[in-house]
T-cell receptor, first 114, second 114 residues
Framework: GNSVTQMEGPVTLSEEAFLTINCTYTATGYPSLFWYVQYPGEGLQLLLKATKADDKGSNKGFEATYRKETTSFHLEKGSVQVSDSAVYFCALSEAQTGANNLFFGTGTRLTVIP | ETGVTQSPTHLIKTRGQQVTLRCSSQSGHNTVSWYQQALGQGPQFIFQYYREEENGRGNFPPRFSGLQFPNYSSELNVNALELDDSALYLC?????????????FGPGTRLTVL
């Protein structure tokens, strides 16, 4: 079956620190991979995605590389800001036909302190 | 371009009651998916509608039902509410079904069952 495992949180970093949030997946086929971010009191926002092996998704200074050999899609940012404080969700979608439902990890809460 | 909107924002019901949640998809999107997000968890897929037909369903009982209208807006109905139905209900829209189409989420409806 399909599943996503994220590193346990919460994660607390100082401003300008380097961020890594680990994500590994299990899928029966060839999934597309996503990172979503949820700011306090809001819904999910698509942060970045990658649709095939070795693709790199990037947005707002965040990036993640689709690694098929390690079934991973780790999120990184070189210098975090206070405004990056949020919950980050890794997700996969596999269906080529039919429903493209997303399978989510449990989320990693990031707090960035000044 | 109008994003995904949901109503109401918050809702309080008692056990055994029925509830209807509403979602308007992003302009031009013909596919709507519904997710349940329990506190501290990642969203779980309920079902997806594509061109007014259900084309995928997660592991939720039949008392969770839905509709999609010709303008692609959607409703989620939950009958015989249980305490465990308390959650944030998220609607997401996309253009077409099947991966790797990105899903765009609304702000959610917070349902509390007492």
């Amino acid at each position: 079956g399909n599943s996503v495992t994220q590193m346990e949180g919460p994660v607390t970093l100082s401003e300008e620190a380097f961020l890594t949030i680990n994500c590994t997946y299990t899928a029966t086929g060839y999934p597309s991979l996503f990172w979503y971010v949820q700011y306090p009191g809001e819904g999910l926002q698509l942060l970045l995605k990658a649709t095939k092996a070795d693709d790199k998704g990037s947005n707002k200074g965040f990036e993640a590389t689709y690694r098929k050999e390690t079934t991973s899609f780790h999120l990184e940012k070189g210098s975090v800001q206070v405004s990056d404080s949020a919950v980050y969700f890794c997700a996969l979608s596999e269906a080529q036909t039919g429903a493209n439902n997303l399978f989510f990890g449990t989320g990693t809460r990031l707090t960035v302190i000044p | 371009e109008t994003g995904v909107t949901q109503s109401p924002t918050h809702l309080i019901k008692t056990r055994g009651q029925q509830v209807t949640l509403r979602c308007s998809s992003q302009s031009g999107h013909n596919t709507v998916s519904w997710y349940q997000q329990a506190l501290g968890q990642g969203p779980q897929f309920i079902f997806q509608y594509y061109r007014e037909e259900e084309n995928g369903r997660g592991n939720f009982p039949p008392r969770f039902s839905g509709l999609q209208f010709p303008n692609y807006s959607s409703e989620l109905n939950v009958n015989a509410l249980e305490l465990d139905d308390s959650a944030l209900y998220l609607c997401a829209s996309s253009l077409g079904s099947g991966a790797p189409r990105s899903q765009y989420f609304g702000p959610g409806t917070r349902l509390t069952v007492l």
